[in-house]
């Protein structure tokens, strides 16, 4: 589970993306009006997957991590330390 802010943030909108694109919303959606020469289904697709590009984005923004805080360039198995460790010892 989330401990952030930004974390549960982001929870609540992934879910709200999954409740936009399940069926009761989109029986409410589908009707036979046009939009811009298009179906209301249509607008409401092209917004779910906008909307979650979007969701993607800000959530790469928000969660970030830090260079010191990434498990996979610190450690002792970083930059060469593994070649060390696992070389013949030299007479």
């Known amino acids: 589970m989330p401990s952030t802010w930004r974390g ?9 993306l999954v409740v936009m694109g ?3 919303v989109i029986g409410w959606i589908n009707q036979q009006t ?3 020469g298009m179906p ?13 590009s979007g969701a993607m984005l800000l959530g790469n923004c ?3 991590r830090r260079r010191d805080d990434d498990p996979l360039t610190k450690g002792p198995l970083t930059r ?3 070649a060390k460790e696992t070389e013949a010892p030299r007479d």
């Open 34 to 36: 046009l939009l811009w």
């Open 80 to 82: 060469g330390s593994l």
């Open 22 to 24: 399940i069926w009761p």
């Open 62 to 64: 928000l969660l970030r």
């Open 8 to 16: 549960w943030s982001l929870l609540v909108i992934f879910l709200l």
């Open 40 to 52: 209301s289904l249509i607008i409401w697709s092209y917004l779910i997957i906008f909307a979650c």
